[in-house]
Antibody, heavy 120, light 112 residues
Framework: QVQLQESGPGLVKPSQTLSLTCTVSGGSISSGGSYWNWLRQHPGKGLEWIGFIYYSGSTNYNPSLKSLVTISKDTSKNQFSLKLSSVTAADTAVYFC????????????WGQGTLVTVSS | DIVMTQTPLSSPVTLGQPASISCRSSQSLVHSDGNTHLSWLQQRPGQPPRLLIYRISNRFSGVPDRFSGSGAGTDFTLKISRVEAEDVGVYYCMQATQFPYTFGQGTKLEIK
């Protein structure tokens, strides 16, 4: 069973870079066949897809965030990461990582989520 | 972007009674691979989303058979045959046919 766990600072100052890591267990991010995704949920609101990274290193980002987002991976630690630059209060959200079997069109495993607050 | 519109946004239901949630997409969700990448997720209070249904009507592993999905093209429905207390939460439809993936606004299921 694949498990995902987000980690990172819960508080980020405006204009700084938000950095989160998702640690995967029960499956390897370096084997083909899965997209490793980041999503977020603003307080009391719906879900927003941020983007994913494939085992090859290729990425796909939501155009609404593309210029500010970088998703990378560390196969030695079986982790993938999210960086969101120049954050504002509007980036305050619960951030989730999730797996999609490549081409399946659905997220079968999710992390528990981590709340990131942007505030000075 | 494909816009996903759910109705109703709130659904008070009596225990043991059925519930139905509709989801409409702004364009057809039929992918070039022939599949329709429409899924339904449940989010219980304080929990991450959980996959219920994928590709319109396929129940994910461990999902009770009181949950069913149907539809085609741009119109989809999630049905719960007999609502149980553990079904309380917010339900989302999601499309992964076209980037960026997008979600409905969510439907809050509550017990009367």
């Amino acid at each position: 069973q694949v498990q995902l766990q987000e980690s990172g600072p819960g508080l980020v100052k405006p204009s700084q870079t938000l950095s989160l890591t998702c640690t995967v267990s029960g499956g390897s991010i370096s084997s083909g066949g899965s997209y490793w995704n980041w999503l977020r949920q603003h307080p009391g609101k719906g879900l927003e897809w941020i983007g994913f990274i494939y085992y090859s290193g290729s990425t796909n980002y939501n155009p609404s965030l593309k210029s500010l987002v970088t998703i990378s991976k560390d196969t030695s630690k079986n982790q993938f990461s999210l960086k969101l630059s120049s954050v504002t209060a509007a980036d305050t959200a619960v951030y989730f990582c999730a797996r999609e079997v490549a081409g399946s069109g659905f997220f079968d495993y999710w992390g528990q989520g981590t709340l990131v607050t942007v505030s000075s | 972007d494909i816009v996903m519109t759910q109705t109703p946004l709130s659904s008070p239901v009596t225990l043991g009674q059925p519930a139905s949630i509709s989801c409409r997409s702004s364009q057809s969700l039929v992918h070039s691979d022939g599949n329709t990448h429409l899924s339904w997720l449940q989010q219980r209070p304080g929990q991450p989303p959980r996959l219920l249904i994928y590709r319109i009507s396929n129940r994910f592993s461990g999902v009770p058979d009181r949950f069913s999905g149907s539809g085609a093209g741009t119109d989809f429905t999630l049905k719960i045959s007999r609502v149980e207390a553990e079904d309380v939460g917010v339900y989302y439809c999601m499309q992964a046919t076209q980037f960026p993936y997008t979600f409905g606004q969510g439907t809050k299921l509550e017990i009367k």
